[in-house]
């Protein structure tokens, strides 16, 4: 059912994980502020359920207008379920890293393409910039642009230094700013953020098993992406691997956070979320395929009554 389903593009899958986004994040708002409703929490609430709806879309516009899949909602379906079994209302700071990390994604991709390459490696360095600072180790994601640069067929030299140049910019600018606003240089010693190996929040009956589950299925998914990658045409193979890549990155990116409130792993679910995606679209067992998606968004609602 599922997999039929969600096999095909159709306006109608958007509709229905767009409600479905609505009744689980409404859900946790009621849970999170004690079902204490007021204006603030409401606003709260609707600020992240449009914040969800927009990267679902976001990362639809990425998938199909680079040909990362097939012509199919599964990698969205998998995104959301994946994003919804995060408590993102403890952290709105990570919700709007995510977003500037899709729209740096977009111009990323889309290099694939000989058109406008100084605009689009310029922009990717902005929303790079701006995700790492509100979460700093988005930061890593500059080797997944540098990567794409390097798998352009044609890359003057000049290519690799306007990620260099597009930051120098930003941080006088960003200088200029704190300087006016708090008359102080600290914001620098505040924005790096110190690496953290406590790994205790994840020792929870609700975050062990996605986590466990969510890696299992990606080491299996990305096995299976590598061992095809004889069959991928040569014109798609960069953007093929670079996801890959973006997956090896945003698990560190997860891995690397200072405070571990599990939301980090927002990153890590947008590569995911494509290369699973693939797998699911491949010939496989069908019965299989449809325990996997039934599991995939069973999580989302498990997860609410789990602490």
């Keep these: 059912m599922l997999t039929s389903f969600f096999g095909k593009s159709s306006p109608v899958n958007f509709l229905l994980l767009s409600i479905f986004i609505v009744v689980v994040r409404t859900v946790q708002a009621i849970l999170f502020f004690k079902g204490s409703f007021g204006w603030t929490p409401a606003f709260v609430l609707l600020g992240h359920i449009l914040a969800s709806v927009f990267a679902m879309l976001l990362l639809d516009f ?9 012509s199919h909602t599964l990698g969205i379906f998998v995104f959301c379920c994946w994003m919804l079994c995060l408590p993102v209302l403890e952290s709105w700071q990570m919700a709007v890293a995510q977003l500037f990390i899709l729209l740096a994604l977009r111009r990323i991709f889309s290099l694939s393409s000989d058109k406008k ?15 790492s600072y509100f979460y700093f180790w988005s930061i890593l994601f500059f080797g997944a642009l540098y990567l794409a640069i390097s798998n352009k067929n044609q890359k003057p030299f000049r290519y690799f230094f306007i990620p260099i140049v597009g930051a120098l910019g930003m941080l006088l600018l960003a200088t ?9 240089m600290q914001w ?13 929040p994840y020792a929870s009956s609700k975050m062990i098993g996605f986590i466990a589950f969510l890696l299992a299925l990606f080491s299996w998914a990305v096995t299976f992406r590598l061992s095809n990658l004889g069959e991928v045409a040569r014109k798609v193979k960069g953007n093929y691997l670079l996801v890959v890549y973006l997956g ?27 290369i699973i995606a693939g797998y699911l679209e491949k010939k496989g067992e069908r019965w299989f395929k449809e325990l996997l998606l039934w599991l995939i968004m069973a ?4 997860s609410l009554f789990l602490r």
Excluded: C
Aim: aromatic share 14%; net charge neutral.
């Design 62 to 70: 990425i998938i199909r207008k680079n040909a990362l899949t097939q």
């Design 117 to 131: 390459d100084e605009k689009k490696i310029l922009d990717a360095t902005l929303w790079i910039l701006l995700a």
């Design 176 to 184: 200029a700013f704190f300087f006016i606003k708090e008359n102080s």
């Design 188 to 200: 620098m010693s505040r924005w790096p953020e110190h690496i953290s190996l406590n790994y205790t």
């Design 248 to 274: 090896i990155m945003g698990l560190f990116a997860t891995l690397f956070s200072e405070v571990k409130s599990t939301v980090e792993w927002l990153f890590f679910i947008i590569p995911a979320a494509v």
């Design 299 to 302: 999580m989302p609602i498990i």
